[in-house]
């Protein structure tokens, strides 16, 4: 049982869906992560929130729009995915930088499949 | 060139070996150096977090960082089947909400 949980755990939608990823962290952190991971390439940085303020945004589509409502909660709401979308979604959370970085911490993502 | 390089494996190793997983970087900013364990379809566990150079030891986990040569090291003792996954290297720079990920080495231990 991680203290980052993310829902659902399996999405398979069409091209023309909306469709939204949640994800909680019970650890107590200010800073929260979505990650994109396709097979045999390193974790793809989306955005951070610090604070419940955005505070990265990597040159992602605008299909992707993120939402963070308070420290304990993010979402990644979907539409319009390309089957290049299709990917492992993993959100992560941490203390944000201060006096020294401290490691982010994962939840078990949510496995997105675009027909 | 990569920011980190990581040799993608897979590696085999019969059961008890040492295991020796390695990353390099380019970027000498990097002061915060992580390695995370994932499971099939489970999210990254973080492993080991150590700062500069030196070693750190946890139980059969030895993670060693050399900042001259950019290169960072993971050694497993004992090894067990149930190491068998994805081992991810992770590296940070101070003050930096970005960490960079290695793309993972996979690991089969054989009983």
């Known amino acids: 049982e991680t203290g980052v949980t993310q829902t659902p755990r399996h999405l398979v939608m069409g091209m023309t869906n909306k469709k939204s990823l949640k994800c909680e962290q019970h650890l107590g952190h200010n800073a929260m992560y979505w990650y994109k991971q396709s097979a045999k390439k390193p974790l793809e940085l989306m955005f951070v929130?610090?604070?419940?303020?955005?505070?990265e945004n990597n040159s992602v589509p605008s299909r992707f729009s993120p939402e963070c409502p308070n420290s304990s909660h993010l979402f990644l709401h979907l539409h319009t995915l390309q089957p290049e979308d299709s990917a492992l979604y993993l959100c992560?959370?941490?203390?944000?930088?201060?006096?020294?970085?401290?490691?982010?911490?994962f939840g078990d993502g949510t496995r997105l499949s675009i027909l | 060139q990569k920011e980190v390089e990581q040799d993608p494996g897979p590696l085999s190793v019969p059961e008890g070996a040492i295991v020796s997983l390695n990353c390099t970087y380019s970027?000498?900013?990097?002061?915060?150096f992580m390695w995370y364990r994932q499971y099939s379809r489970k999210g990254p566990e973080l492993l080991m977090y150590t700062y500069s150079s030196g070693n750190k030891e946890d139980g059969r986990f030895t993670a060693q960082v050399d900042k001259s040569s950019k290169y960072i090291s993971l050694f497993i003792r004992d090894s067990q089947p149930s190491d068998s996954a994805t081992y991810l290297c992770?590296?940070?720079?101070?003050?930096?909400?970005?960490?960079?990920f290695g793309a993972g080495t996979r690991l089969f231990v054989k009983a």
């Open positions: 992770a590296m940070s720079a101070r003050g930096s909400f970005k960490t960079i």
């Open positions: 992560a959370s941490s203390q944000a930088p201060g006096q020294g970085n401290q490691p982010q911490h």
């Open positions: 929130y610090s604070l419940e303020e955005r505070v």
């Open positions: 970027n000498s900013a990097f002061q915060y």
